[in-house]
Structures are given as structure tokens and as C-alpha cells.
């Protein structure tokens, strides 16, 4: 909720980057209704990395946040996004296989905290597949 107060006290101070934003997810909502591919969708992972009106906001309310998201990008060297008001961050993978290393990767930055995650919940990290006939989930881990 905090994030969505933050956002509308900016008022119009970022409005033409929002607009950029939703111009970018309009534009690859228009390419995924036509049939993008999983290659396409993974190569356009950093549009969709940038494409939430909320980071600024979110990071600006837990700057260690951004610096988590900027930690997985350097380690998994892809873009890394945020998902609404930053509960979930994610990396998109060409497989399945690729996500679960990459989560086994994050995990062991984590253990030996190269990671250092915000606050004190629990950490989850999930490998997935977007949804899709015959699409499932792969268990993650959670501490």
C-alpha cells in the first residue's frame, strides 16, 4: 500500500517516464497477443525488466531493494524485474533447467551472503515456467 501512496505523491513528477512505461508494456502486450515466442519473450527481458511504475517508488521505501535487484542482475548477468509493488523479483530463462540453476545459483549467493536480502521474512525462490497449456511449477526452496 505504501508503494501506491508513494507513487501518487509523486504526482506528475515522473509522468513522462510512466507514460514511456506503459507505452513499452502496451507495445509487447500487442507483440505476446501476436504470437511472440519464448525466444522472443526471453530476448525481451530487459524491456519487461524496466516496464513497472512502482520501482521508483518501491526502492525508494526499501532502497535495499534496488540493491538486491541490481545483486541478482550482476550474478545471474540478465535483467532482473520487479512484479507490482516489489514483493517478487524474476529473471526470465530460455528452460525450465536454466531457471532451476539459476535458483540453486541465487541460493548459494545467499547462504554465503553475497546476497544480502531486505528484511527479516523468509526468502523464496522459485524456478517456473510461464503459464501455458501443460505449463507447472518446479518446487522451490524455503528456509
Request: hydrophobic content about 45%; cysteine-free.
Amino acid at each position: 500500500a505504501e508503494a501506491f501512496k508513494r507513487l501518487d505523491a509523486d504526482g506528475g513528477a515522473a509522468l513522462s517516464d510512466r507514460r514511456s512505461t506503459r507505452l513499452t508494456s502496451e507495445h509487447l502486450a500487442q507483440e505476446l497477443g501476436g504470437g511472440l515466442s519464448g525466444a522472443d519473450l526471453v530476448a525481451r527481458a530487459g524491456v519487461l525488466a524496466i516496464a513497472n511504475d512502482l520501482v521508483p517508488a518501491t526502492a525508494a521505501l526499501l532502497p535495499e531493494l534496488r540493491m538486491l535487484r541490481r545483486g541478482l542482475a550482476r550474478l545471474l548477468a540478465r535483467p532482473v524485474g520487479q512484479s507490482g509493488s516489489g514483493p517478487t523479483l524474476w529473471a526470465l530463462y530460455p528452460s525450465p533447467r536454466a531457471a532451476e540453476e539459476a535458483a540453486a545459483t541465487v541460493w548459494t549467493a545467499v547462504d554465503d551472503a553475497r546476497l544480502v536480502t531486505p528484511g527479516n521474512a523468509g526468502l523464496t525462490i522459485h524456478a517456473t515456467t510461464i503459464a501455458g497449456p501443460g505449463s507447472a511449477s518446479t518446487p522451490g526452496r524455503n528456509p
